[in-house]
């Protein structure tokens, strides 16, 4: 699993300043390109997707300064229908919105972010921070090993030091995700280390990422709009609502 592009709001909306930060952050680090998305009510299917006026300006003039060389990524920009929910479309695309306590998406719930499907969301805070180390949760399920391969590819290519989270309350089913884990990190050269949590999965999580030593952390989400406590899915909505380091979700 790879990232090709990522996708980002424009219009001067509030949240979109750290927003536009961390895609610049994630494409000179990753060196993929950007492309600005406009949430434009009055269009309908079929017309022709393009943004209007220059609410992205300084964007591209930034892109141009972080990137003065032939070779680094461009800046694009379109329109797409009615709400957020519309713009999802390319599962090797990455789209970084605003999750923080005082800046939401328009348009798109919590709700509908799980429901969705084969898609890779950076949920931002409010503020920005350079991510220096990533972190993955790890529970051994289908979207948790799609997760993993993500984070390996995102730690080859940007060089972030990976740690894998086991949060365990049975040691034989812990015993079992270590070796799927080890087993995979064992092919790949990389800077990694795996980590056994214990307690609830979701305080274990929070107490980690509290710490300060990691500052981005990943979740594979089954594209569950309706979670149980305990799961996964459970503890990515509920981080969102409280969101204060930038959460990934994979779909």
């Keep these: 699993m790879t990232i090709k592009q990522i996708q980002i709001p424009v219009g001067g909306q509030r949240g979109d300043d750290p927003v536009h930060r961390y895609a610049l952050y994630f494409g000179s680090r990753l060196k993929i390109p950007i492309q600005g998305i406009g949430i434009d009510s009055t269009l309908t299917a079929g017309q022709p997707s393009s943004m209007t006026g220059h609410a992205n300006d300084s964007l591209f003039e930034e892109l141009g300064r972080a990137w003065p060389d032939q070779n680094n990524p461009s800046c694009q920009s379109r329109?797409?229908?009615?709400?957020?929910?519309?713009?999802?479309?390319?599962?090797?695309?990455?789209?970084?919105?605003?999750?923080?306590?005082?800046?939401?998406p328009s348009n798109l719930t919590i709700d509908q972010l799980f429901s969705l499907q084969r898609q890779t969301v950076?949920?931002?805070?409010?503020?920005?921070?350079?991510?220096?180390?990533?972190a993955l949760s790890y529970d051994g399920?289908?979207?948790?090993?799609?997760?993993?391969?993500?984070?390996?590819?995102?730690?080859?290519?940007?060089?972030?030091?990976?740690s894998v989270l086991l949060t365990v309350d049975n040691q034989e089913k812990g015993t079992e995700w270590l070796d799927e884990v080890e087993r995979l990190l064992d092919t790949v050269a990389i800077d990694s280390?795996?980590?056994?949590?214990?307690?609830?999965?979701?305080?274990?999580?929070?107490?980690?990422?509290?710490?300060?030593?990691?500052?981005?952390?990943?979740?594979?989400?089954s594209g569950q709009s309706h979670c149980h406590a305990g799961s996964t899915e459970y503890t990515g909505a509920h981080t969102l609502s409280t969101v204060d380091y930038p959460l990934l979700l994979v779909l």
């Design 79 to 104: 329109s797409c229908h009615a709400s957020w929910a519309s713009a999802f479309e390319d599962p090797d695309r990455l789209t970084i919105l605003p999750f923080g306590k005082h800046s939401r």
């Design 141 to 162: 399920g289908h979207q948790a090993k799609k997760s993993l391969e993500l984070a390996v590819w995102l730690s080859e290519k940007g060089t972030w030091p990976l």
């Design 193 to 221: 280390t795996t980590i056994v949590l214990y307690g609830p999965h979701e305080a274990a999580l929070h107490r980690f990422m509290r710490d300060g030593s990691v500052e981005m952390l990943i979740l594979g989400v």
């Design 122 to 134: 950076l949920c931002c805070p409010d503020h920005y921070i350079d991510i220096e180390s990533i």
